[in-house]
């Protein structure tokens, strides 16, 4: 089993910048990848951005290329979302997750973790 614990919500304006964080611990070994996934209320959770543990190969929605990175630092057992130039469509609460490598890796169903959540808010 593998906890992930999310950090670096918060409110900002539009053009703002901030950074999420996601802890891991456990089962570290086990991580082939890890995503940020986002949410709305009535809306299904869609994935933001991931990164392989190993070799940091990385994948970013269309509506966030160009202004979010994903990094990590795998001493740490921990993974980044750097999210500049903020727009109010990015509220959500983003979710960590991470996946030993089965499964699709654009969907929920390629990840066996998940953190509990941080609200994003992005006033206009």
């Known amino acids: 089993q593998v906890r992930l614990v999310e950090s670096g919500g918060g409110l900002v304006q539009t053009g703002d910048s901030l950074r999420l964080s996601c802890a891991a611990s456990g089962r570290t070994f086990s991580i082939y990848r890890m995503g940020w996934f986002r949410q709305t209320p009535g809306k299904e959770r869609e994935l933001v951005a991931r990164?392989?543990?190993?070799?940091?190969?990385?994948y970013y929605a269309d509506s966030v290329k160009g202004r979010f990175t994903i990094s990590k630092d795998n001493a740490k057992n921990t993974v980044y979302l750097q999210m500049n130039s903020l727009k109010p469509e990015d509220t959500a609460v983003y979710y960590c997750?991470?996946?030993?490598?089965?499964?699709?890796?654009?969907?929920?169903?390629?990840?066996?973790?998940w953190g509990q959540g941080t609200q994003v808010t992005v006033s206009s």
């Open positions: 997750a991470s996946g030993m490598g089965g499964g699709d890796p654009s969907t929920l169903r390629g990840y066996d973790s």
């Open positions: 990164i392989t543990w190993g070799g940091g190969t990385t």
